[in-house]
């Protein structure tokens, strides 16, 4: 339900043409830190109190997609990487 609920959570704005750039987790229970490669997230820093804060640029690349479970999510933000910046469109 967690992991269903965090993608979901990116599918939603990305129908509407919004993209997250950037998520970010605290793992600090041994079943967190467990879920960190499903998310495709690294460890960037030590958090204040415990644990360690983990986080991911979206897409890190194509090569490394969301889960296969998130193919509608791979394909929307693969046209948007993919796709032309309204910058470059108009030079």
């Keep these: 339900m967690l992991l269903r609920g965090s993608f979901q ?3 939603d704005p ?9 998520m ?7 079943a967190g830190i467990r879920l960190t490669p499903f998310f495709g997230i690294e460890p960037v ?5 415990r644990a ?5 640029t979206i897409p890190a690349s194509l090569d490394r997609p969301f889960p296969a479970a998130f193919a509608e999510l791979n394909r ?4 948007r990487h993919t796709a032309p910046l309204v910058a470059e469109l108009c030079h």
Excluded: M, S
């Design 9 to 11: 959570n990116l599918l």
């Design 14 to 22: 990305a129908h509407q043409g919004i993209f997250v750039r950037r």
């Design 24 to 30: 970010a987790a605290n793992a600090y229970t041994p």
């Design 45 to 49: 820093c030590p958090h204040i109190k």
């Design 52 to 56: 360690h804060i983990y986080a991911r």
């Design 76 to 79: 929307l933000y693969h046209a």
